[in-house]
């Protein structure tokens, strides 16, 4: 769950947490956190980063590796586990508890096969926000809030987190608890760990997953989730777990993969209000930028109280200027100039630290406003624009570097670096300087004599 620090680190995969899959959302579902998720590629004027949040679940395809492969990787695997079993012990893990956790484990080398192929999966932040706030998706949250509306209540109560994020987390995470993942967790993080391409972070993660068990919260059997790692009906990761899980219901264990889902909303509350979760204040207000706006000001490093920004012009939806007692906001154009425009505040940045990417935050805020009541997006998205491939991403980099507008990465990544090279080329070019990663910035790009050339991936995992 922690997503941030996971994001950073896989530079957001994850999805970055892999391609929007439709599950059938007539029933409540979503999947697991990390790299779980195709990759949703948002253009962040921001300057917080493109990652790809992907909705879970996913109808995940399956791979059969060859028997040889299965064979040689488990042989490995198993030398593995045993160099491991000194570095756990002293981590503080009982012999006992390493034993019985990582008895039978085997290599998973299905969990690998995901880990590779996620990053290719490319989704606009429309198709993802289409799917996150889908009618259906509304309508099984607002009968989840209405099923265990005590239970929330007295988690807003607790720790003064609105009822209706807490509800559109779990909508995003696992469809309402319907879809929490069955891989065994210890088996998974071990894979990754051992094969994967962040072998330190998921180790990190196995000995918070063992500390998990020998605290007795649950047991190895029941502690199931993502491909990924990630576990229970909010798809905490296991040093999130450590860190923010709470015992709401009180029976001594902190149980987030119960079919009660009491002790895993409350963990989400409890992670939201230590984040600097402002009960009653919006995560973020629908605005209309007024004719001439200057998009350099749509950073998230300049904040104006919102009448200043309606000084500029900038109203919500009904021409009304956002209220002061907001607090101080920022401008997002998620989608760059031609796409919805959003005045955010305090509580996108406490949703942002479950996951950095701005589809994510804005789909939780939307869902959230939705299930209380509040209207769709009204502003048009550029639905003509496609997701740019890895492979484009990475020639676009290639080609601003090359004509002077240094992105200092070349790794496929649309974060603020490239963000802001994109900006200086727009500038530079006499075009609206939105930051806005698109295909029509890559076909300029490709027609100006100064640009470089494509060129490959730079893994800076």
Known sequence: MRWRALTILFCVVFGGQTALANAPESSLRPVARPDTKPVVQVASAAGTGVVRPVLRPTNDVKTVPSP???????LGFQRWITGFRSRALSAGIQPAVFDRALKGVKYNADVIQKDRNQSEFTKTIWDYLDSAASDARI?????????????????????????????????LESAYGTYRGSTPTIEALATLAYDGRRGEFFEAELVAALKILQNGDTSARD??????????????????YLKFAVD???????????????DALASTAAYLAKSGWQKGKPWGVE????????????????????????????????????PNS????????????????????????????????????IGVGHLADRIEGAPAIQGKWPRQDRALSLKERVELQRRLTGAGFDTVKID???????????????????????????????????????????????DTN
């Open 68 to 74: 040889t492969q299965t064979t040689a990787g488990n």
């Open 139 to 171: 309508r099984n949250g607002k009968s989840a809030l209405q099923k265990h509306r005590k239970k929330l209540e007295a988690i807003e109560r607790s720790y003064g987190v609105d009822k209706e994020v807490v509800v559109a987390i779990w909508g």
């Open 223 to 240: 502690m199931t989730g993502s491909w990924a790692g990630a576990m229970g009906h909010t798809q905490f990761i296991p040093t999130s």
């Open 248 to 262: 709401f219901t009180g029976d001594g264990k902190r149980n987030i993969w119960s079919e009660d889902p009491s």
């Open 287 to 322: 605005v209309r930028l007024p004719q001439g706006f200057n998009y350099l000001l749509a950073n998230r490093e300049i904040l104006k109280r919102p009448s200043d920004w309606a000084a500029l012009g900038i109203k919500d939806m009904t021409g009304r200027a956002v």
């Open 326 to 361: 907001h607090g101080k906001g920022s401008i997002l154009l998620p989608a760059g100039g031609t796409g919805a425009a959003f005045m955010i505040f305090r509580n996108f940045d406490a949703i942002e630290t479950y996951n950095t990417a701005d589809a994510y935050v």
């Open 412 to 458: 496929g990544k649309i974060g603020p670096l490239t963000i802001n090279a994109v900006r200086e080329f727009q500038q530079a070019k006499g075009l609206m300087p939105d930051g806005y990663a698109s295909p029509t910035l890559l076909k300029t790009l490709r027609n100006d004599k100064r640009g470089g050339g494509n060129g490959q991936v730079s």
